[in-house]
């Protein structure tokens, strides 16, 4: 059972284009998370997901930043016309549906780390 | 709002010994989940072990346990027999609802 996948490791995109980060969750894994980890700090949630719907976005800045988990494939977050700040590791995390496993815990991708140039 | 506190943003163990990391948090909830992450270089996240908020028995896990104080909302985690290995970024998280929250972390360094 591979673990949660993230593509790419490392990006490297200039101020002003466009990143998009790709998250496969566990297989057997319904429900995905996005974290944002800034150098020196811990892990600040940014949205939660299930298939085709954002159920927690809280985390998420209003402007610039999208995420979605389709029917099919993997889930996307989208950071549009980045900027320096945006510089960070992003990681994903993925756990069982809760209404079958106890929704306990989360188990987390590799990361993707984002250098905005 | 819910905050969780690593107050030792750095830490060291003679290998074998034991070592503990502090953590606390403030919530005004009664059910929530507890735990604590390693972040080893390969920036990887793994759990580590996990505490249901309403067991009043302390998780262990092998060398990983926990000192839950509830009512102190404290969550120590204490690593015995430290090993190499244990070298990483260790971060205290809390559950509640949706929302993982976790602290700044406490950078655990095992002397040989």
């Known amino acids: 059972n591979a673990g949660v996948m993230q593509n790419p490791r490392h990006l490297v995109r200039r101020r002003g284009q466009e990143a998009r980060l790709r998250c496969s969750p566990m297989?057997?894994?319904?429900?995905v998370y996005w974290y944002r980890q800034l150098p020196e700090e811990g892990l600040k949630f940014m949205v939660y997901?299930?298939?085709?719907?954002?159920?927690?976005e809280s985390g998420m800045p209003k402007e610039r930043f999208s995420a979605e988990f389709p029917k099919e494939g993997p889930s996307i977050l989208r950071i549009q016309q980045v900027v320096r700040g945006d510089s960070a590791a992003y990681f994903c995390?993925?756990?069982?549906?809760?209404?079958?496993?106890?929704?306990?815990?989360?188990?987390f991708g590799p990361g993707t780390r984002l250098t905005v140039l | 709002a819910q905050t969780v506190t690593q107050s030792q943003p750095e830490m060291s163990v003679q290998e074998a010994e034991t070592v503990t990391l502090s953590c606390t948090y403030d919530t005004s909830e009664s059910d929530y989940y507890l735990f604590w992450y390693k972040q080893p270089p390969s920036r990887q996240m793994i759990l580590v072990i996990r505490q249901e908020a309403y067991k009043q028995q302390n998780a262990t896990e092998n060398r990983f346990s926990v000192n839950f104080q509830k009512a102190a909302k404290s969550f120590s985690l204490k690593i015995s027999d430290s090993q190499l290995g244990d070298a990483a970024m260790y971060f205290c998280a809390y559950r509640s609802g949706n929302q993982f929250y976790f602290g700044t972390g406490t950078s655990l360094t095992v002397i040989p």
């Open positions: 997901l299930q298939k085709e719907n954002i159920i927690d």
């Open positions: 995390a993925s756990s069982p549906n809760p209404l079958v496993t106890f929704p306990d815990t989360q188990y």
């Open positions: 297989k057997g894994h319904s429900h």
